[in-house]
């Protein structure tokens, strides 16, 4: 019986090096290639930027759904094997692995926490022991373990976090309509910013560049108003940050 189980990554990177990003997609893609698992998607999740944390861009971390008839134990060599083999010198990786039965309350309190104050790798240990999940160190202080379960508490939530890969959203260009968009990808609804659905034959100009949030679960596109040659558009009211726009290079973002 198929089940659903996240899988945490982070501080895989240093600066000038492919981002988290690009292992958290390349790992996906690869359970998916040895018939392990289905990806449903992989997210970017903000935690705290502070002076005391060390990150090598913004300090996110990446969690990947999938859905699985394989057990935590069938996945974690896999996943390890991977991600060691990704990790480049100088970076303090982090894996965490989580069948959805096993996030309770604390975990997904863990990941809200993640965003506002300082853990430390004591933290997500003991917690990790205590409910038995799945978390470990793979280079350098191996400080990516407290991102890494995060990201699993954060992507559990179904509300935080946007999608940096999901079937179709990297082929959007251009203007297109809200229903070629549901139609294109896995995105479920556009909505604005106040939250008002946009119909089908609604006009979307994506800039090239179209990322939806995790909403409920799913991925929904959340655009804002902006004027351009004139007239006023409806564009992703995600935007890249100036770092993300050089990681993207790095296919991280």
């Known amino acids: 019986m198929s089940t659903i189980v996240y899988i945490g990554i982070d501080d895989t990177d240093v600066i000038g090096s492919p981002g988290t990003g690009k ?66 010198s100088g970076s303090d990786p982090g894996l965490c692995i989580c069948p959805r039965d096993k996030v309770n309350a604390e975990i997904l309190e863990y990941g809200l926490n993640a965003g506002k104050v300082l853990l430390t790798k004591k933290d997500a240990l003991s ?81 090239d560049w179209i990322r939806p949030s995790l909403v409920g679960g799913l991925a929904v596109l959340r655009v804002k108003s902006m004027q351009k040659y004139g007239k006023e558009v409806w564009v992703p009211a995600e935007k890249r940050l100036k770092q993300e726009h050089k990681e993207e290079e790095h296919h991280d973002e």
């Open 127 to 207: 917690l990790a022991e205590k409910h038995n999940i799945f978390l470990r160190e793979l280079g350098g202080d191996g400080g990516g373990i407290i991102g890494a379960l995060a990201a699993v508490g954060l992507r559990a939530s179904g509300n935080n976090g946007r999608l940096v890969d999901v079937r179709g959203v990297r082929d959007i260009k251009g203007v297109v309509s809200v229903a070629e968009i549901k139609q294109r990808t896995d995105i479920v609804a556009v909505q604005d910013t106040e939250g008002r659905v946009f119909a089908d034959d609604e006009m979307i100009d994506s800039l």
């Open 23 to 88: 292992v958290a997609r390349g790992l996906a893609k690869h359970l998916a290639e040895l018939g392990l698992a289905e990806s449903l998607g992989v997210s970017r999740h903000q935690l705290l930027v502070h002076p005391q944390v060390k990150y090598t861009s913004h300090n996110s971390s990446k969690g990947i759904a999938v859905k699985t008839d394989k057990t935590v134990s069938e996945l974690c060599q896999p996943c390890v094997s991977y991600v060691e083999s990704c990790a480049v």
